[in-house]
T-cell receptor, first 118, second 113 residues
Framework: ETGVTQTPRHLVMGMTNKKSLKCEQH?????MYWYKQSAKKPLELMFV???????ENNSVPSRFSPECPNSSHLFLHLHTLQPEDSALYLC?????????????????FGPGTRLLVL | AQKITQTQPGMFVQEKEAVTLDCTYD???????LFWYKQPSSGEMIFLIY??????QNATEGRYSLNFQKARKSANLVISASQLGDSAMYFC??????????FGPGTRLSVLP
């Protein structure tokens, strides 16, 4: 496996379900990110993790719960979602610590999980 | 205030022609990076090219080049010899020192055969 992988690629869930999105990066990076991409909206940063520590939570509802057990894995636990949460969820990673000041560092993205909440 | 502006929601280009996708940015920080990503219909954001604020020359990567005009705060992406596989959304992004990425709204490019 290379780069950033995400599973599942597609997910359909009811509003009462509990599911988890998984992201794994094979790049040796120290920072990982969750983004939400809704139709006709800019990319929204949800969470930032730096060496397994959450450094940013952009006012995301508590029905989204991130978990970062180590620097290679990132999860997004979902429960009691709403139909407006249907979107493409993208995971990304970058080399340096988030907020380290290294503006040159590129973010690399996974293929995303397309989520549909019924 | 919008930090990244992409004024072209959609663009068409004939196969084998060159196309320029516009991007303007807003920052008062002297240290920043500019990035372009491609997002095909499959969803993955693919990194294309990077330009640093201190770089003297325009960045190039294969058929991609970045027309960096620092005084105008402009970082346009030029794709030469367009191919059908270039049809996708293209996002301009900026990262200031110590900050997270900020993405523009994107431009949808359609390459016509």
């Amino acid at each position: 496996e290379t780069g950033v992988t995400q599973t599942p690629r597609h997910l359909v869930m009811g509003m009462t379900n509990k599911k988890s999105l998984k992201c794994e990066q094979h790049l040796g990076h120290n920072a990982m990110y969750w983004y939400k991409q809704s139709a006709k909206k800019p990319l929204e940063l949800m969470f930032v993790y730096s060496l397994e520590e959450r450094v940013e939570n952009n006012s995301v509802p508590s029905r989204f719960s991130p978990e970062c057990p180590n620097s290679s894995h990132l999860f997004l636990h979902l429960h009691t979602l709403q139909p407006e949460d249907s979107a493409l969820y993208l995971c990304a990673s970058s080399q340096g610590l988030a907020g380290s000041g290294k503006f040159q560092e590129t973010q690399y993205f996974g293929p995303g999980t397309r989520l549909l909440v019924l | 205030a919008q930090k990244i502006t992409q004024t072209q929601p959609g663009m068409f280009v004939q196969e084998k022609e060159a196309v320029t996708l516009d991007c303007t940015y807003d920052t008062s920080d002297p240290s920043y990076g500019l990035f372009w990503y491609k997002q095909p219909s499959s969803g993955e954001m693919i990194f294309l090219i990077y330009q640093g604020s201190y770089d003297q020359q325009n960045a190039t990567e294969g058929r991609y080049s970045l027309n960096f005009q620092k005084a105008r705060k402009s970082a346009n992406l030029v794709i030469s010899a367009s191919q059908l596989g270039d049809s996708a959304m293209y996002f301009c992004a900026m990262r200031e020192a110590g900050q997270n990425f900020v993405f523009g709204p994107g431009t949808r490019l359609s390459v016509l055969p």
